[in-house]
């Protein structure tokens, strides 16, 4: 199972931004903590913003902040909104080739259910577990 880097910059942004909280922060901030291009991180930024995981403040004392209390950001939802073809093999994903031996197959199933249960371990857990040592993180990321 692997995610996308978009996803690991979603979950580390989150993770910066939370472990700050309630206060803002800058991509350009968050770009140098974690050593990702601004570029990449603004895309990120405006997609958690538009899922509402995220608030932006826009001019000179701009940033960005948590649009929830980490308590209320599931990691299993935020993955499946960001993952939505999160299939670890091309028969799981719509529009891939299909696969010769798929009306014998019996792995799509075994795969799609590990799967599942992969997601059903993120929906345990929060982005408030995530920051614990919140006072480690803030030190590490030089956020604080």
Not at 81 to 94: F, W
Request: proline share 6%; charged share 25%; glycine share 8%.
């Amino acid at each position: 199972m692997q995610l996308t880097a978009f996803t690991d910059y979603s979950l580390r942004t989150l993770i910066g931004l939370g472990a700050v909280a309630p206060e803002k922060v800058t991509v350009g901030e968050l770009s140098a903590a974690y050593g990702i291009s601004v570029h990449h991180l603004l895309k990120v930024v405006t997609e958690l913003s538009a899922l509402g995981y995220v608030e932006t403040i826009r001019g000179k004392a701009g940033g960005a902040r948590l649009a929830k209390p980490p308590e209320e950001i599931r990691i299993g939802e935020l993955v499946r909104k960001l993952e939505p073809e999160l299939g670890v093999v091309p028969c799981l994903r719509t529009g891939d080739a299909p696969c010769v031996i798929a009306p014998a197959c019996h792995l799509k199933r075994v795969l799609a259910s590990a799967t599942e249960r992969f997601l059903e371990e993120l929906d345990r857990c929060t982005l408030a577990e995530l920051l614990e040592p919140r006072r480690k993180l803030q030190k590490l990321l030089k956020l604080a």
